[in-house]
């Protein structure tokens, strides 16, 4: 069996890498999770997990006739598979985007759930290929109306590529009324539920300072059981690997920007 999911935002910095780590580590006490830095352009998925010094990363795979190997980018870290990506602009632009659907069939058939941790959406067209890609989006948000509105955005591209949506999940939340105005709207726009309202958080940040995901870094803190009740939320659909790998090998790739 296996889902794919795109971790996916209208703008940077709404918290999609911290968010994908937490819900894969959460998700990871029951399936077989592998996470990816489908990011490419602005990776940071590595630095989030302590891989800053590997050698070899997603860009490796991504290179047209590379005879590099899927494995040799996994690394086995906090009770998950990460596919992390380089930061050196050199691999950026060696790398062929598209690749990316291939090595996702080659994960497809490996493991249970993949969370893509994917790229600003609104940014360009070819950003939009984790959403292409994936079964369904996880959406996260800041609690206002324009992120709100980049967020129905987000679900206009899932939509006219038959990606369905997983949920909502709000982040950075500071201020619980402006919330409730919110909520009510994103109830009225969005398919999919409300997964969590996860708070600003000092946990948060000191986790990204030590180079660790929040669950491994603070398992006990309120914030991190917030991240588990929100996986919890997302039922994990079993689709055939081979129905899925089928599906991408069709999939309709956007054109780039
Ligand atoms: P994105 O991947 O969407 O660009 P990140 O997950 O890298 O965003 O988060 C951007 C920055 O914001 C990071 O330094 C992260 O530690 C911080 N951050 C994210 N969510 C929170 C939160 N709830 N509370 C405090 N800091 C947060
Ligand atoms: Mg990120």
Do not use: W
């Amino acid at each position: 069996m296996v889902e794919v999911f795109a971790v996916a935002s209208g703008k940077g910095g709404t918290g999609k890498t911290t968010s994908t780590l937490a819900l894969g580590m959460a998700l990871a006490e029951d399936y077989d999770v592998t996470v990816v830095d489908a990011d490419t352009g602005m990776a940071n998925l590595l630095f989030h997990t302590g891989l800053a010094d590997v050698d070899v990363t997603l860009h490796d795979l991504l290179i047209e006739k590379s005879d590099v190997g899927l494995e040799e980018a996994i690394y086995d870290k906090f009770g998950m598979h990460v596919l992390p990506c380089g930061t050196n602009l050199d691999g950026f632009k060696e790398a062929n985007p598209e690749l990316l659907q291939s090595v996702i069939v080659e994960l497809s058939e490996q493991t249970d759930v993949i969370l893509l941790d994917a790229p600003a959406t609104l940014g360009s067209k070819s950003a939009v290929l984790p959403i292409v890609l994936a079964d369904r989006t996880i959406t996260v948000l800041q609690p206002t109306v324009p992120s709100l509105s980049d967020g129905l955005k987000v679900q206009e591209y899932a939509s006219a590529y038959g990606t369905g949506n997983a949920g909502v999940l709000f982040n950075r939340v500071t201020d619980q009324e402006s919330v409730t105005e919110i909520q009510e709207q994103t109830e009225r726009y969005f398919d999919g539920p409300i997964l969590g309202m996860i708070p600003e958080s000092e946990t948060i940040a000191a986790a990204r300072e030590a180079g660790k995901p929040l669950l491994a870094y603070a398992p006990d803190a309120p914030v991190s059981n917030q991240y588990r009740k929100a996986a919890e939320k997302i039922e994990i659909q079993d689709r055939e690997a081979a129905a899925v790998a089928d599906r991408f090998r069709s999939a309709v790739i956007p054109e780039p920007p």
